[in-house]
């Protein structure tokens, strides 16, 4: 029986098993990725904090009235939790070509 190599001079491996070669093929993945935040509020509390301070503008006895602000500082407790949610679809893969 004749070698490989005898019958195909161009392959000049020697080897009883044959000829190797490595090929490498180039791919591209593609997945989707939804990211969405997720945010829930509990029970808000307020409290003032000090006392308020009142400015009065206009006249006493002015046929326009008079205008008061009242400035109030407040304390707002509002509790959070939030994270997110990830979900990712199916990956999609495209030949990009071939190299040996």
């Not at 070698?3 to 020697?14: D, I, K, L, M, N």
Request: include cysteine.
């Amino acid at each position: 029986m004749k070698e490989a190599y005898e019958y195909y001079p161009e392959c000049q491996c020697g080897r009883e098993e044959g000829c190797e070669k490595s090929v490498k093929h180039f791919m591209e993945l593609s997945i989707p990725v939804d990211i969405k935040p997720m945010v829930k509020t509990g029970s808000i509390e307020s409290e003032c904090c000090g006392e308020p301070t009142v400015i009065c503008e206009g006249h006493a006895g002015s046929s326009e009235g008079c205008r008061l602000i009242i400035t109030q500082r407040l304390c707002v407790k509002i509790p959070l939790s939030y994270g997110i949610d990830v979900k990712t679809g199916t990956g999609l893969t495209e030949c990009c070509g071939c190299n040996d």
